[in-house]
């Protein structure tokens, strides 16, 4: 199993800045894809950001131009610095990993496995 953590989350004003940590724990021999997702009352959860294990970025059109995503892999940490805050910018905010368990052989190879985190909440208010 994998242990997300998140923290950072909170109150800041408009134009405001806020930066959210994640840190995977577990049984993890490799991590592929990282990144953020949000999520209001009444909707669905939506992508802001991801990074591959390469350091290539995707961001949400909402978010770019404001929003950074980074990884530290000795850590097997995800950043997500958010400047420029609006109050649409509202949401909870779960982390994710993409990992590849140890284990396994030829013929049960281990299976690439997304793991999420218990969502922390930005405030941004109008």
């Known amino acids: 199993q994998v242990q997300l953590v998140e923290s950072g989350g909170g109150l800041v004003q408009p134009g405001g800045s806020l930066r959210l940590s994640c840190v995977a724990s577990?049984?993890?021999?490799?991590?592929?894809?990282m990144g953020w997702y949000r999520q209001v009352p009444g909707k669905l959860r939506e992508s802001v950001a991801d990074?591959?294990?390469?350091?290539?970025?995707k961001y949400t059109d909402a978010v770019k131009g404001r929003f950074t995503v980074s990884r530290d892999n000795a850590k097997n940490m995800v950043y997500l610095q958010m400047n420029s805050l609006k109050p649409e910018d509202t949401a909870v905010y779960y982390c994710?990993?993409?990992?590849?368990?140890?284990?396994?052989?030829?013929?049960?190879?281990?299976?690439?496995?997304?793991?999420w985190g218990q969502g922390t909440q930005v405030t941004v208010p109008s």
């Open positions: 990074i591959s294990s390469s350091g290539n970025t």
């Open positions: 994710y990993v993409d990992v590849l368990p140890p284990g396994g052989n030829s013929d049960n190879p281990p299976v690439r496995t997304r793991y």
């Open positions: 577990g049984s993890i021999f490799s991590i592929y894809a």
